[in-house]
């Protein structure tokens, strides 16, 4: 098996995701910035990992996930609403959609510690968002506990197909 970790990351959240997922594969694999990801083809396991903006996967995620043909598809998210958040459910649902021939095999987002320069912006927005009463709760996230439910997950999900 062939893994591709790609993922964008603003604060350092969701790369912290990525290398989680990462260390669990037992594989041919490679992790890059999304900036500087390979194309998608000739991997078995693609991972893509983003953060949130305005409600969807930031712009560079969109564009690799519409790059995406026939292969696994492991995704990951980090944002500032609580995890069960519509919010957040919208933002992983959105990214699905984009992968109209891919083998979703799973996904796994978590609250990560918002940029305080991006809360200062969204604090003087009225209305403010419905995300943002979430953030306190998000403080030190990622954190362990969260890291260690990620790689459960993704365990269950890809399994030994990746030699986990």
């Known amino acids: 098996m062939k893994a591709l970790v790609t993922y964008s990351s603003q604060t350092g959240n969701t790369r912290k995701l990525a290398q989680t997922v990462f260390n669990c594969l037992n594989c041919d694999k490679k992790i890059h910035p999304i900036e500087n990801a390979p194309g998608p083809e000739g991997f078995d396991l693609v991972v893509v990992g983003f953060w949130l903006k305005a409600g ?26 609580a995890a069960d958040s519509e919010h957040a459910k919208q933002a992983m649902d959105h990214a699905k959609s984009l992968l109209a021939t891919a083998r979703i095999r799973g996904a796994f987002n978590c609250p990560g510690e918002v940029d305080p320069a991006i809360l200062e912006k969204v604090c ?19 954190n362990d506990e969260d890291l260690r439910a990620l790689e459960a997950v993704f365990k269950a999900a890809v399994g030994p197909a990746a030699g986990l």
Not at 59 to 65: D, G, N, T
Request: aromatic share 8%.
């Open 56 to 81: 969807k996967p930031d712009p560079a995620s969109i564009e690799y996930l519409k790059r995406i043909g026939r292969t696994d598809v492991f995704l990951l998210a980090t944002h500032g609403a």
């Open 124 to 142: 003087a927005k009225d209305p403010q968002p419905p995300w943002f009463k979430d953030t306190a709760k998000a403080v030190g996230r990622p």
